[in-house]
């Protein structure tokens, strides 16, 4: 691994990380579509009742895309969905599948030692498509966000969405405060040690340098503060109390680390 290329790293990351972006997006989707069932095209969206009547305009997949076990209604107020949702266990089919999406592709495989591969994004994808075609049998409209999602035509034009992607042309790899790169190897940054552990960051190029990893954790943080916390409320019970007892404990006795090592500790005196 570390004589690989960097062309061919990047290529690999840059593609687990849209691939993983690709599935957030179709997991914010879905309970939109849970909630309140198809997207309506585009010329009807963000319309009232009334002024889809006045311009007769009607919606030619309401009666094609319709959920398994029928439909329940629930008006979109925003108006960009029909309205015509699954019902209660279709629901809680997608959701559930949304769920193992989204726990297969997550930040947490790291802690658990379980390398995400573009494999697992590319399973993830297929349980989401394999869960809308149960609940839609039909499919969805051509316009639907998430059709177009798993058709590779989304359109992120003008979203927040589309400055996150980023190409693999566009890809920059950092590590340790360097960039890394293109037409040398792994190794000439890490040496040949292939168990090397690697934090690197990816960016669009020309954004320069990513802020470093903090020192500690958020966690190892929260624990360093109660601690601190700890510590201070020790001391305000002592200066309250004035109490000099604890000059009896083991821990307030200079002498013991030296006992325990002449082996004198837990001696007792008394008569045979």
Not at 9 to 25: C, H, M, P, S
Not at 95 to 116: D, F, G, Y
Not at 171 to 194: F, H, S
Request: charged share 30%; hydrophobic share 35%.
């Amino acid at each position: 691994m570390v004589d690989a290329h960097l062309e061919t790293v990047i290529q690999e990351i840059t593609a687990i990380y849209n691939g993983r972006l690709k599935v957030d997006r179709i997991c914010s989707e879905i309970p939109e579509l849970a909630d309140h069932g198809i997207t309506l095209p585009p010329n009807m969206q963000g319309l009232t009742e009334e002024q889809i009547v006045d311009l007769n305009l009607r919606d030619e997949w309401e009666d094609k895309c319709v959920p398994s076990g029928g439909p329940v209604l629930r008006k979109d107020e925003i108006g960009r969905r029909n309205g015509q949702a699954p019902n209660e266990k279709m629901k809680e089919v997608l959701m559930r599948t949304v769920e193992e999406a989204k726990a297969l592709i997550s930040k947490k495989q790291v802690q658990a030692n379980v390398c995400v591969t573009m494999e697992m994004v590319k399973e993830a994808l297929d349980q989401l498509r394999g869960a809308v075609m149960i609940v839609y049998p039909m499919g969805l409209p051509p316009h639907d966000p998430i059709r177009m999602e798993f058709e590779d035509q989304e359109d992120l034009s003008g979203t927040q969405a589309s400055l996150q992607v980023i190409t693999e042309d566009e890809c920059q790899l950092w590590w340790a405060g360097k960039d890394m790169q293109r037409g040398k190897k792994l190794q000439d940054y890490i040496g040949k040690n292939e168990k090397t552990k690697l934090v690197v960051k990816i960016q669009k190029k020309g954004q320069g340098a990513p802020a470093r990893e903090p020192l500690v954790t958020d966690e190892q943080q929260k624990q360093m503060m109660m601690h601190y916390y700890r510590r201070q409320e020790e001391l305000k019970k002592l200066e309250e109390t004035d109490d000099d007892s604890y000059m009896d404990s083991d821990w307030s006795d200079r002498q013991a680390l030296k006992r325990q090592f002449q082996g004198l500790t837990n001696i007792k005196w008394g008569p045979k």
